[in-house]
């Protein structure tokens, strides 16, 4: 079982950044794939940024060229690093981590506000 759990969110402007941590309690392999998923109030639950298995990254149409993910394996960590927020950014984000040999795990989330 690991565990994850997100940080590094907040309240901020518009047009501002925040970097988002998701630290697991177990080893990440490099074969994992690793995403940040995102809940906006009133919406489901959606993909936003992904590592998949061989290495290749996606983003959703919405965040492309602001947001960007990226792992340290050695640490055990998932990040995001989110620029040029807006308002519509505002929803509780989650790391999520996807065991090559089978297991899906998801942190608790944490909270990002963009202020307009």
């Known amino acids: 079982q690991v565990q994850l759990v997100e940080s590094g969110g907040g309240l901020v402007q518009a047009g501002g950044s925040l970097r988002l941590s998701c630290a697991a309690s177990g080893t990440i392999f490099s074969n994992d794939a690793v995403g940040w998923y995102r809940q906006a109030p009133g919406k489901r639950r959606e993909l936003v940024a992904q590592i998949g298995r061989g290495g290749s990254t996606i983003y959703a149409d919405s965040v492309k060229g602001r947001f960007t993910i990226s792992r340290d394996n050695a640490k055990n960590m998932i990040y995001f690093q989110m620029n040029s927020l807006k308002p519509e950014d505002t929803a509780l984000y989650y790391c999520?981590?996807?065991?090559?040999?089978?297991?899906?795990?998801w942190g608790k989330g944490t909270l990002v506000t963009v202020s307009s």
């Open positions: 999520n981590l996807n065991r090559f040999n089978g297991g899906d795990y």
